[in-house]
Every structure is written in C-alpha cells, then in structure tokens.
C-alpha cells in the first residue's frame, strides 16, 4: 500500500514539474532569471495579453513611478519603481487600455510628459495618483532633484 501511495505522489510531482517546464517554454520564462531575480511578476505576467487593465492597477504602476522622484511630507513611500523608458512604455500602454474618460486622458498626458523627460510637474502628478488610490501617508511635498536628474539621463 505505502509503495502505491510512494508511486502516486511521484507520479503527480512528475505532472507538475513537466507542466511547469512545458509553460516556461512556451512562455519563454526562465529558471535562471527567477533565481537571479531578474524576472518580476511584471516579466511573468505579459501585458499585452491583458485587454484592460483596472484603474488601481494604473494608477498604482504610476504612483511608484513617481515614488522614486519626490519626497513624501512623512518619508513614507510605499513602492518604487525606476523611472526609464521600459517602465514608462509599460504603463502609457496600461492606460491606453482603460476606457476614455476625463481621468484616463489626463493620465496618459502625464505620462506622456514623464516620456519627454520632464518631471516639472512630478509632485502634482504623484499626489493625482495618490489621491485616487486613497492615499493616507505619502503625500508628495518636493522633488528629489538628483533623481529627477538621473531618470532625464536615462530617458535620453
């Protein structure tokens, strides 16, 4: 009975790694960058599968964005995202999924300025995503001059 049960459960291991290995494959996921820690849900789960995306998801993606370039009246930041063109790209499509409004079109208007390397307005754009997420603590007062600087350089 024991030898069954030992039989069974390797059998279903078996299942469960071949399928693994199978949707990697077909995924074009790595093991290597899982281990190395270059692969993110963000690498796993492909946008471009996703027809719309919810607006808390958007405006989350955009608010760590902007995390990285202000400084929180509490230095409370919660998520951060590197501002660069992939990150960028990235959410500008995200939004371009949501339905049209008055909200959606001044979104994609911020991030299309952030595409263009200015940040003039970062405060305000993060405390706009702030606030639609209900922030609490958080609340941008100033920018982060040496980041805003870096995240120009790397958008050139």
């Given at each position: ?13 078996f299942i469960l790694v071949a399928s693994t290995f199978i949707l990697f494959k077909l995924k074009g ?95 305000n754009d993060h405390n706009t995503v702030w606030t639609f997420l209900d922030g609490g603590v958080g ?18």
């Amino acid at each position: 009975m024991k030898k069954k049960k030992v039989i069974n459960i390797a059998f279903w291991i078996f299942i469960l790694v071949a399928s693994t290995f199978i949707l990697f494959k077909l995924k074009g996921w790595s093991i290597e960058g899982l281990i190395k820690g270059n692969m993110s849900v963000d690498n796993i789960v492909k946008f471009e599968t996703v027809k719309e995306y919810p607006k808390n998801e958007v405006a989350g993606y955009m608010h760590e964005l902007a995390n990285g370039l202000i400084i929180a009246k509490d230095d409370e930041i919660w998520g951060e995202r590197e501002m660069n063109k992939e990150n960028i790209a990235t959410v500008l499509k995200m939004a371009k999924s949501l339905p049209k409004s008055e909200q959606t079109d001044n979104w994609i208007a911020i991030i299309k300025t952030w595409q263009k390397g200015d940040f003039s307005n970062i405060v305000n754009d993060h405390n706009t995503v702030w606030t639609f997420l209900d922030g609490g603590v958080g609340r941008a007062v100033n920018v982060k001059i040496k980041k805003v600087e870096e995240a120009q350089k790397r958008l050139k």
